[in-house]
C-alpha cells in the first residue's frame, strides 16, 4: 500500500508511507521518486532500529517481517500536482505503485509597514517586509496618497525578504 499526506503547503514537510509483504521473508528495498526533479530516494528494511523522523533507518541484514510498514518525508519548493513512484523491490521482483501528491501555492504577504512622518516638501520613506516562499515574481503597487501616480513595482524575487527602494519626493 502506499498513502500521501494531501494536499500540502508548498515548502511544507509531506509524507508518503505504505507497508509491503513478500511471502519469500527477503530484505526488501523501497525507492521513491518524488516526482519533482529532486533524486529519488531508496532505503532497505527491516530496520535495524526505529526509524529517524524522515523515515531513513540503518539497515539489519535479515529477513523482513510480514507485513513491514515504511515511510519517508520530502518538501516540495513548488505548487503542482506530482506523480510519486514507489517501487518495492525484494532482489527478484518489484512491486510499483504510483500516487499524486497535490501542493498547495503559500500566498505571499507583505507585513511590518512602517512610515516616518516628513514636514512638506521632504523625502518620504516606506518599509515593509515581503514574504514569497515560492520565490515567483510578484508586484506591488504604492499609493502615496498624495495625487500622484501610484509606484508599481515588478520583483523577481530569489529569496526571502525581498528589498526594494523607492524615495519619491512629496
Given at each position: 500500500?502506499?498513502?500521501?499526506t494531501?494536499p500540502?503547503d508548498e515548502?511544507?514537510?509531506?509524507?508518503?508511507?505504505?507497508?509491503?509483504?513478500?511471502?519469500?521473508d527477503?530484505?526488501?528495498?523501497v525507492t521513491?521518486?518524488?516526482?519533482d526533479?529532486s533524486?529519488?530516494?531508496?532505503q532497505?528494511?527491516p530496520?535495524?532500529?526505529p526509524?529517524?523522523?524522515?523515515?531513513t533507518c540503518?539497515?539489519l541484514?535479515?529477513?523482513?517481517?510480514?507485513?513491514?510498514?515504511?515511510?519517508?518525508?520530502?518538501v516540495?519548493d513548488?505548487?503542482?500536482?506530482?506523480?510519486?513512484t514507489v517501487?518495492?523491490?525484494?532482489g527478484?521482483?518489484?512491486?510499483?505503485r504510483?500516487v499524486?501528491?497535490v501542493?498547495?501555492p503559500?500566498?505571499?504577504?507583505?507585513s511590518?509597514?512602517?512610515n516616518t512622518a516628513?514636514?512638506?516638501g521632504g523625502?518620504?520613506?516606506?518599509?515593509?517586509l515581503?514574504?514569497?516562499?515560492?520565490?515567483?515574481?510578484f508586484?506591488l503597487t504604492?499609493?502615496w496618497?498624495d495625487g500622484?501616480a501610484?509606484?508599481e513595482?515588478?520583483?523577481?524575487c530569489t529569496g526571502?525578504?525581498?528589498?526594494?527602494n523607492?524615495?519619491?519626493?512629496v
Open positions: 500500500t502506499v498513502d500521501a494531501t500540502v515548502g511544507a514537510v509531506t509524507r508518503i508511507s505504505g507497508s509491503f509483504t513478500d511471502p519469500g527477503d530484505a526488501m528495498a521513491i521518486d518524488w516526482g526533479g533524486p529519488a530516494v531508496s532497505n528494511y530496520c535495524a532500529a526509524p529517524a523522523a524522515d523515515g540503518g539497515f541484514v535479515a529477513p523482513a517481517a510480514d507485513p513491514t510498514d515504511w515511510f519517508r518525508t520530502h516540495y513548488d505548487p503542482g500536482t506530482y506523480t510519486v517501487t518495492v523491490n525484494d527478484t521482483e518489484s512491486t510499483v504510483e499524486q501528491q501542493v498547495r503559500v500566498l505571499s504577504s507583505f511590518s509597514l512602517g516628513i514636514v512638506e523625502t518620504a520613506s516606506l518599509t515593509g515581503v514574504r514569497n516562499p515560492s520565490g515567483a515574481p508586484e504604492v499609493d496618497g500622484s501610484p509606484l513595482v515588478s520583483w523577481p526571502t525578504p525581498c528589498v526594494f523607492d524615495v519619491p519626493t
